[in-house]
């Protein structure tokens, strides 16, 4: 069974303070690994795409990572508006779903 | 419209009633997915369109549980003789074709949030 653990399950850090979140998964035969940020009542929204290990992308404050177990987002210089959840999701051959995981909620302290 | 509209945004109804949920996907998007969100736990996958057929139902908890997708475009979800454990944020998400093929990202819909009394 695909299975994605995100930690840590939340996290606070300081304006401008850097980090990075965790997303590890075992899957059989991952066809694509997907960030989304979430605010309070809102739904997902699409960050990134990584398709195989070694692969990273960017977008302003954040990158994304992957290898073959796991996945990293990490956030430079963070400023409170980066304060949402983060989710992770794996999608694999042969099957149309997602499975995510039950996601990072970051607080950016001003 | 310019993104996934989901209704109503928030359904508060009697255990034992049945209930709809709509999405009306992104134009031009063929796939079209269910998922639910409870309190603490990760999006739960529910079923898959593909035009108006629904390869993937595998996801659907019960028998109470359908849904049909009409035109190609709007969705429907309905829970018959709803209970408790049914109260969730309902999220609709669509993407421009199977994404196996032309790896087309999920989006999502702000979703409905069912309170089962």
């Known amino acids: 069974e695909d299975q994605v653990t995100q930690s840590p399950e939340a996290l606070r850090l300081q304006e401008g303070e850097s980090s990075s979140l965790n997303c590890s998964y075992t899957?059989?035969?991952?066809?694509?690994l997907f960030w989304y940020r979430q605010d309070p009542g809102k739904g997902p929204e699409f960050l990134f795409t990584?398709?195989?290990a070694g692969e990273e992308k960017e977008k302003e404050r954040l990158k994304a990572t992957l290898t073959k177990k796991e996945s990293f987002l990490h956030i430079t210089a963070p400023k409170p508006e980066d304060s949402a959840t983060y989710l992770c999701?794996?999608?694999?051959?042969?099957?149309?779903?997602?499975?995510f995981g039950t996601g990072t909620r970051l607080t950016i302290i001003p | 419209g310019a993104g996934v509209s989901q209704s109503p945004s928030n359904k508060v109804t009697e255990k034992g009633k049945d209930v709809e949920l709509r999405c009306d996907p992104i134009?031009?998007?063929?796939?079209l997915y269910w998922y639910r969100q409870s309190l603490g736990q990760g999006l739960e996958f529910l079923i898959y369109?593909?035009?108006?057929?629904?390869?993937?139902k595998s996801g659907l908890p019960s028998d109470r549980f359908s849904a049909e997708r009409t035109g190609g475009s709007v969705s429907t979800l309905t829970i018959q003789r709803t209970q408790q454990e049914d109260s969730a944020v309902y999220l609709c998400?669509?993407?421009?074709?199977?994404?196996?093929?032309?790896?087309?990202?999920?989006?999502f819909g702000d979703g409905t949030r069912l309170s089962i009394l």
């Open positions: 998400a669509s993407s421009l074709d199977r994404w196996m093929g032309a790896n087309q990202p999920q989006h």
């Open positions: 899957v059989s035969g991952l066809r694509g």
């Open positions: 990584l398709y195989s």
């Open positions: 999701a794996v999608g694999v051959f042969g099957n149309e779903k997602l499975t």
């Open positions: 134009s031009g998007h063929t796939a």
């Open positions: 369109f593909q035009g108006n057929s629904a390869p993937d």
